[in-house]
């Protein structure tokens, strides 16, 4: 089950998972937040009342091209004994379309884990990165 409300900038998930043996199960919850970058400037106008015409009175830098997308999610597994809890944080982060970072994508992620088996507890934790960028190579020919 996921919730996402009409602007986009939010994204609940809730997902859950159950074996046929009944002995193995997974829960879980995440939510997703896109952040906006001010980039794109809007004009407003006053009236003028002596000519009855528009006059540009400023501008104002708002919500443009989305600057980075933040998720964060919880899990709990349970197999024949075995416990897991896990927790991961990611941002991924957009290239501009008006810079150097153009159709770019990079971000990281963090995540944790706590497993208790045969009675004793581990932890595990990982950081991962990652970048791309499209190049050209060559020229652009139309396929048929």
């Known amino acids: 089950m996921s919730q996402a409300n009409l602007l986009g900038t939010t994204t609940?998930?809730?997902n859950a998972?159950?074996?046929?043996?009944?002995?193995?199960?997974?829960?879980?919850?995440?939510?997703?937040?896109?952040?906006?970058?001010?980039?794109?400037p809007v004009n407003y106008y006053?009236?003028?009342p002596f000519t009855g015409e528009k006059e540009l009175f400023?501008?104002?830098m708002d919500?443009?091209?989305?600057?980075?997308?933040?998720?964060?999610s919880v899990n709990f597994?349970?197999?024949?004994?075995?416990t897991m809890l896990s927790y991961s944080y990611s941002?991924?982060?957009?290239?501009?379309k008006d810079n150097k970072f153009k159709g770019a994508v990079g971000g990281y992620a963090v995540s944790t884990g706590l497993i208790r088996a045969f009675g004793e507890i581990s932890s595990t934790t990982s950081l991962t990165g990652f970048?791309?960028?499209p190049y050209q190579i060559g020229q652009n020919k139309n396929l048929p």
């Open 12 to 14: 609940y998930s809730y």
């Open 17 to 40: 998972m159950i074996w046929s043996n009944m002995q193995q199960f997974m829960v879980g919850t995440s939510v997703s937040n896109v952040w906006w970058a001010y980039d794109k």
């Open 46 to 48: 006053l009236d003028n």
């Open 58 to 60: 400023g501008t104002f």
């Open 63 to 72: 919500k443009g091209s989305i600057h980075y997308v933040d998720t964060n």
């Open 77 to 82: 597994m349970y197999m024949y004994g075995t």
């Open 91 to 96: 941002r991924v982060f957009m290239g501009q």
């Open 131 to 133: 970048a791309t960028k």
